[in-house]
């Protein structure tokens, strides 16, 4: 045992920390998933995550969570929505994007990039344009690309990528912002939302997000594409008899019941703006030390930075020298890879934790 839940300092862009309040409530006994205490937690967790998400049941939206880590939710969104040989049209600027496109075309669709430059996020006008050509069945978008620390403007993007063509299912990976930044379903009219627990929910990994709309639900009925374990108006159905469809992880659903009763007490404004505030304090501690964040201020994610350490500096050093120090960051990943570390300031983590994070990098930039 360490003596507290933050040592080491977990400060890699997910799994992040999970606060002690949160891993307690997993060590309850498990409980059977057919009777009344299973299904009042579960409508409370869908309930909560409606709020959070903008997805609610009035408007036809549909919300399930499920055993699975964020690429399972990635897979199911695809198997939703698309069909082979459908057109796809995917913004891509990092490693997530690049695995949202390839699901797609796993599953057969003919998927069209839309790449950006690492640390650049698509611009509306040019998604605009791109659809416009006609017959794409569905846009795939990263709301925070994890590899960058880039924040998609979702609500710009679909606002524009709807007005070019209403009838292009919009499919957004939110694994690494739900929770750390607004990502309203039904106001911005997005078609699926996948997420994951271990980012900035801090629950511990393993339990899937995923949200659909009315459009996609009924795209999803008439489609040729099947789905058995995954099939969102299967979780439903089987939520409002009051069960789940399959043997659901429960302790962990005990942790996301606390973790989402907790971040509802704070309120999802709160939240949000906490989670920028943490992200302006690493950014303004690292440009003291002449270090440069990849994403430009303009798109900058207030999860995750991406940061490339300076002259004099290699990045593998100083996650290295950090970890000697006990506070563990991510390396760069893709053609960052060797480039950058990454640090997430997401979920439970507080600006003592990046305080000291930012301490620890001048001593080791004073060191070179
Ligand atoms: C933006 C994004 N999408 C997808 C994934 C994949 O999630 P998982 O590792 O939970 O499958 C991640 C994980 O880091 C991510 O950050």
């Known amino acids: ?16 920390m999970v606060p002690p309040e949160t891993l307690a409530a997993m060590s309850r006994q498990v409980i059977a998933h057919r009777g009344d205490p299973f299904a009042e937690m ?11 998400l903008d997805a609610p049941e009035e408007a036809g939206y549909e919300v399930g969570v499920y055993p699975s880590s964020g690429t399972g939710m990635l897979e199911a969104a695809v198997a939703h929505a698309v069909e082979p040989g459908d057109r796809v049209l995917s913004c891509t600027g990092g490693e997530f994007g690049e695995r949202f496109a390839a699901i797609a075309e796993r599953f057969g669709a003919q998927v069209d990039r839309l790449h950006v430059e690492p640390g650049q ?24 690309e994890t590899s960058t620390g880039a924040l998609t403007d979702v609500r710009a993007v679909a606002a524009a990528a709807r007005q070019a063509s209403p009838d292009t299912l919009i499919l957004v990976d939110a694994v690494s912002s739900l929770g750390g930044a607004p990502l309203l379903a039904a106001a911005w009219d997005i078609d699926a939302v996948a ?10 990994p393993g339990l899937g997000i995923l949200a659909g709309s009315p459009r996609l639900l009924e795209r999803a009925a008439a489609s040729r594409s099947p789905r058995v374990y995954w099939d969102l108006a299967a979780y439903g159905r089987n939520r409002r008899q009051r069960r789940a469809p399959y043997t659901p992880a429960v302790n962990l659903l005990y ?21 920028r505030a943490l992200r302006d304090q ?40 950090l970890a000697e120090r006990g506070i563990l960051v991510a390396g760069g990943m893709g053609p960052l890879s060797g480039q950058v570390f990454r640090v997430g300031h997401m979920g439970a983590v507080e600006p003592r934790h990046l305080d000291r994070l930012l301490a620890a990098l001048a001593e080791i930039a004073a060191r070179g």
């Open 121 to 144: 996020v698509p611009d509306p006008e040019t998604v605009a344009e791109r659809l416009s050509g006609g017959g794409y069945r569905a846009l795939l978008l990263t709301h925070c």
């Open 255 to 275: 942790a996301m019941d606390v973790a989402l009763e907790r971040l509802e007490n704070e309120g999802f404004e709160a939240a949000w703006a906490r989670h």
């Open 1 to 16: 045992m360490t003596a507290h839940w933050d040592e080491p300092l977990l400060l890699i862009p997910g799994p992040v």
């Open 42 to 52: 579960q409508d409370r967790i869908v309930a909560r995550l409606r709020r959070l």
């Open 195 to 204: 997420s994951a627990s271990q980012k900035a929910l801090a629950v511990p």
């Open 282 to 321: 690493f950014r303004s501690g690292i440009a003291r030390l002449g270090m440069e964040p990849v994403a430009a201020d303009a798109c900058a994610s207030p999860t995750v930075t991406a940061v490339r350490p300076g002259p004099g500096l290699e990045a593998g050093g100083v996650i290295a020298a």
